[in-house]
């Protein structure tokens, strides 16, 4: 089992930045990769972006390119998401997630194993 920790949403006004960081806990030594996905109400939950564990590789939807950047800690096993340039359409719950298993890419939930509880991004206008 792994247990993943959010932090790091808030209240931020537009063209702002916030940081999210998701920590991994527990069986965490087949760790393919980790990622973010975000709900707004009355939307389905989407992908953000996730990155490769093995080698760095990182992945984007279209909407949050060039201004959301993924990083990782191997040691901490934490993932990152720096987002800039804060939008309203930003405004979601965001869901971290991990993969225990090799993927092709990593854009699709059903490719992920476990699920953070969430943790709520609010852009003011």
Known sequence: QVLLVESGGGLVQAGGS???SCAASGRTFDNYAMGWFRQAPG???EFVSSIRWSDGSTYFAD???GRFTISRDNAKNTVYLQMNSLKPEDTAVY???YAEYYRQSYLREEEYNYWGQGTQVIVSS
Do not use: A, E, P, Q
């Open 18 to 20: 916030l940081r999210l």
């Open 43 to 45: 939307n389905k939950r």
């Open 63 to 65: 909407s949050v390119k």
């Open 95 to 97: 869901y971290c997630t």
